[in-house]
């Protein structure tokens, strides 16, 4: 008796993907589609999203149009990419902030790099440790405040003092830092206009700064300004701002204040996009000696901050697989993702799993119809266009109840379904494998991997393609174009034989094409027969290879691959 669906309790913070396998059907992509409704209505601490592997072939986009339905989330590919990786989210900070600052943050934050962003989130620059231990060690330059254009406020925060006078949101473009230590007549010498001048609290001083144009000054020691320069100040448009910190200290900080820009790097910055995979910003990493690299999204907006220790603990993406358990037909990178469930009706294949999953697999004819058997060992209600999928999907599998593979359960719960979706399941049926059959205006590649899978034997790996119709001439028509690419699809797929099922709905009978050494005798050895053998010239091009009409035959999974296996096994 199959067990009811358990509650489970994943990572809230991450997506898991259904999906079914590479070239899609229908059953396929309405299984992912209606599996994942069903995870988000009975699990709401998780968020389920259906997936395809591939493009939607003609008979499948009439389903999902028919019902109103949403394409499911294209996937290439579920290798772990960046935006898999628990990477830091190290917030972006203005370019014009002070050094003090930025050091600042990266001790309290335990980082050695900041990231300079715009308001737009637009990355500018980096800002490392060693960056400004460098501007402390080699800067001499007495100058370098107005140079790197220093905004006074910045100065005003490094230096923890308070604005008596003047606009600190102003920029320091020139003159240079001086300190007051001699007589008011010596420093008549050195303070020159647009200077910054840090002093004590004598007057004499304060008045010679004012005098010969400084364009602030800074009293240390908690010292204060007379009335008098106060007034001369303001009139001036000279700041005044006073400071608790001794000359020597105030002259140690001041540098600090310089804005990160100045140092920062802003030229070929190796960045990474959370669509890139972690396999291949892993070598690059290697060949650098930075710590830190910046995130960016699709729209370079910046995002975070990824390092090589965060790759150590990279979690592969959480899938659920249905209508398939071949790591052959699953989407590329597989075998590294985390793998929660799987979902088919197949036979088992070799895929291999990190740790232990939940496994459902039964003799149906249909993916589909063990999807509708969980929604209602669970008690929640199909939805009439969730229903639409899951007939459409058991209707396409089992050529409306005509295919070997089909059982009374699948039967059954297609006309059940057919009642909740309101629709005459006949009537419907013939509309899409109409739909399904115009084959007209789609080129010999869309055709051959509308329904294409592999499959593995011994030591022969082969594929096959299932092209169903209710239009005998359309199918007679198609036999030279399909074998041409089926020869091409050997190279491509790395494969030892291909084979094209071109399938009569209502004759219920297959013709069997055959392309790769030996393929004609496993065909023989199969089905007990002689394949002809055949060379199909097109466009001046001949290829070789083997025909057969095989009368009752219509499904692969159950008529087609058992032989061809078994036997493939003895070549």
Partial sequence: MPTKEAKTSHNTERDILVTGHRNPDTDSICAAISYARFKNKYNKTNHYIPCRAGSLNAETSFVLD??????????????????????????????NMSLKQAYQIMRDSHVVTLPAVTKQGILEGLITISDIAKSYMNVYDSAIISTAKTQYKNILETLEATRITGDIERFCQKGKVVIAAANPEMMNYYIEPHDIVILGNRAESQLSALDNGADCIIICEGANASPTIRDLAEQNGMIIMVTSYDAYTAARLINQSIPIDFFMTKEGILSFQEEDYVDDIREVMASKRHRDFPVLSKEGKYLGMISRR?????????????????????????ENAEILEIIDHHRLGTIQTLSPVSFRNQPLGCCSTIIYKIYQENGVKVDKKTAGLLMSAIISDTLLFRSPTCTPEDEKAARELAKIAGVDIEAYA?????????????????????????????????????????????????????LHFAKSALEKENLNMAFVMLTNILRQDTILLAVGPRSGELINMAFSLESEKVVYTLHGESVEGYSARIPELVSRKKQLIPPLSLFAEQL
């Fill in 66 to 95: 028919y019902f109103k339905e949403e394409k499911p989330r294209l996937l290439e590919s579920v290798k772990t990419q960046v935006s898999d990786v628990a990477y830091r989210k190290t917030p972006g900070v203005p370019k």
């Fill in 430 to 482: 013939m509309e899409m494998f109409a739909a399904g059959s115009n084959l007209k205006q789609k080129t010999d590649k869309e055709i051959f991997y509308q329904d294409f899978k592999i499959f593995t034997a011994g030591k022969i790996r082969f594929g096959v393609s299932q092209v169903t119709s209710l239009n005998e001439e359309e199918l007679d028509g198609l036999k030279e174009r399909l």
């Fill in 310 to 334: 965060n790759l150590m603990g990279a979690h592969g993406k959480q899938v659920i697989m249905v209508d398939h358990n071949e790591l052959g037909q699953a989407l590329e990178g597989m």
